[in-house]
């Protein structure tokens, strides 16, 4: 199933409000998003960082690295600059990919999707499951950018849209 372009029918407003409410993704009360199943196997914690603070984290910092886990929407949406694509349709097939290539040299990675509710949480969570059995990738911090892409571009934060991969822009 393509995601295509279709536009969310959620109510962004009350995402936010249960974001904020829940800044550390307590996954019982996560809504799972449209097209994105009823996973409820999140056991595990992975921090949340915030768009001004990850912009403040990033600023000359080339060991962080930003993994949009979004699907079809990186194509026709924008994207954060300097983000790496990993759709979350075969993430976990990826993950060597994704240690060897955009994690390289890198201790920290930030993953989201369109709102860092299920798809971005749920990548952070394998990937750091990954990397605790692999012990040689570097990695310290898998963390989630609260709200995701979409609340990054509602707070007015550069957007890209080049269709460079990787993308060569930088988010501070
Ligand atoms: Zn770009």
């Known amino acids: 199933m393509g995601l295509g372009c279709w536009s969310r029918p959620t109510n962004q407003r009350a995402e936010s409000q249960l974001a904020s409410r829940y800044p550390e993704g307590n996954s019982s009360h996560e809504r799972p998003a449209h097209g994105e199943g009823t996973e409820r196997t999140m056991a595990r914690s992975v921090s949340y960082v915030s768009a001004a603070k990850l912009v403040s984290m990033a600023r000359g910092n080339n060991r962080l690295a930003i993994i949009d886990v979004r699907d079809d929407e990186r194509s026709c949406q924008a994207h954060i600059p ?59 911090n898998v963390m989630v950018l609260e709200r995701g892409y979409n609340g990054w ?8 849209r080049c269709t460079d991969a990787p993308c060569k822009g930088t988010c501070s």
């Open 82 to 140: 300097g983000s790496h694509h990993y759709a979350s349709t075969g993430f976990a097939a990826r993950m060597p990919e994704l240690a060897r290539t955009a994690a390289d040299g890198k201790d920290t990675l930030v993953f989201h999707c369109a709102l860092s509710q299920v798809r971005g949480p749920s990548c952070a969570r394998m990937f750091s499951d990954y990397i605790s059995e692999n012990k040689d990738t570097g990695i310290k």
């Open 153 to 160: 571009e509602a707070l007015g934060y550069p957007v890209c």
